[in-house]
């Protein structure tokens, strides 16, 4: 990272998604959340948002109960990727949260848990089995990645030769995430034109097209399950939403499907890889942990906390103006950062830089 860059072109690199320098900023990003909470732990972004990352202020901020999680754009004006993508409970608040929620809380009940937990168990010893037989391995693609697409592909009902897509999928749910972000001006996209990030439409573009592929697939699937139903979530979401007295649309089943596949596949993947590869750089902890593998539940909670797989919370938007610390939010446009950002911070937990 080049030190005499200003904050603000820090900021801009770390929330354009296709910024050409983003990925040495992602990699470790913490000496730069460092220095955002030190100089600025309220900033007013160039491509639109806020970003806050003191303990205090996102506490206070979360707890304010103030914000929403819905663009302002009227349903008729959403693009079809947005509609396909960002139609799931994440992404919405009441009442519409709440019957979404109301028609899922049935697929996750303490026996279906514990069923999927058994699985879990039985693919990842098979995983273990396997690798312990080979020279060399790939620890990310052959079990971090591997264990939970099995199991999600599974989950839904869906065949393992159909990965490529949904993990193509995914990719669109975040790029469109991080469009959410930005409340773009003339001014902005010409300084997103001068680093050579794509404008807006090109992203939605690609986005609408990888949608329109997506709705194609799971309306043949619902297809499937409509004529000979399994045990898998997909299945039996379609029974509970229509026996309810405000059913699912078919977006807002995909919308769900996918990002049950983004929180258990994508999520999932960095957290046991990064999990590992933290134990890697500790030893000391490393052996700890296996000489008493009763500390295996604490030690999974600390590598999330440590080093979690997200590490910019979802954003969350401001209905009206409001002040913010101390400034103000004429825009709209409020993004939380939560997660490792303002959980290592100095005033949160005693030694956050240490496992």
Request: net charge positive; proline share 6%.
């Amino acid at each position: 990272m080049n030190t005499t860059l200003s904050l603000d072109d820090e900021v801009l690199r770390f929330l354009s998604s296709s910024h050409p320098d983003r990925a040495a900023l992602r990699r470790d990003p913490y000496p730069f959340y460092d220095r955002l909470r030190s100089r600025a732990p309220v900033i007013r972004a160039e491509l639109g948002p806020w970003l806050v990352t003191s303990y205090d202020a996102v506490n206070r901020l979360v707890r304010a109960n103030r914000w929403t999680r819905e663009s302002s754009v009227p349903e008729e004006d959403l693009s079809v990727a947005e509609r396909v993508f960002l139609r799931s409970l994440v992404f919405r608040d009441p009442p519409a949260h709440t019957r979404l929620r109301r028609i899922l809380s049935p697929l996750f009940t303490a026996s279906v848990i514990e069923r999927r937990r058994q699985r879990t168990r039985a693919i990842a010893r098979e995983l273990l089995d396997d690798l312990r037989s080979r020279d060399t391995f790939d620890f990310r693609r052959d079990f971090a990645s591997e264990l939970p697409v099995r199991l999600i592909c599974e989950f839904i009902g869906m065949p393992l030769d159909a990965r490529q897509q949904f993990e193509g999928w995914a990719h669109t749910v975040r790029d469109l995430q991080e469009l959410a972000h930005e409340t773009e001006s003339a001014e902005q996209s010409a300084r997103r034109s001068s680093i050579a990030v794509p404008a807006r439409t090109v992203v939605l573009e690609r986005a609408n097209k990888t949608a329109a592929q997506c709705l194609a697939y799971f309306e043949a699937l619902l297809k499937e399950k409509r004529a000979a139903p399994g045990e898998d979530i997909t299945s039996m979401l379609l029974a509970t939403s229509e026996s309810d007295e405000a059913p699912l649309t078919t977006e807002e089943i995909v919308a769900t499907l996918i990002i049950l596949h983004v929180g258990g596949h994508s999520t999932t993947t960095d957290a046991i890889s990064t999990g590992q590869y933290t134990l890697f750089r500790h030893p000391m902890a490393q052996n700890k942990l296996r000489a008493d593998p009763r500390l295996v539940e604490r030690a999974v909670e600390e590598m999330l906390r440590f080093d979690p797989p997200v590490t910019v919370g979802i954003p969350r938007f401001a209905p009206c103006g409001l002040r913010v610390v101390w400034g103000h939010d004429p825009a709209r446009r409020l993004r939380l950062s939560g997660a490792r950002c303002s959980e290592s911070g100095p005033r949160s937990i005693r030694r956050a830089e240490r496992v």
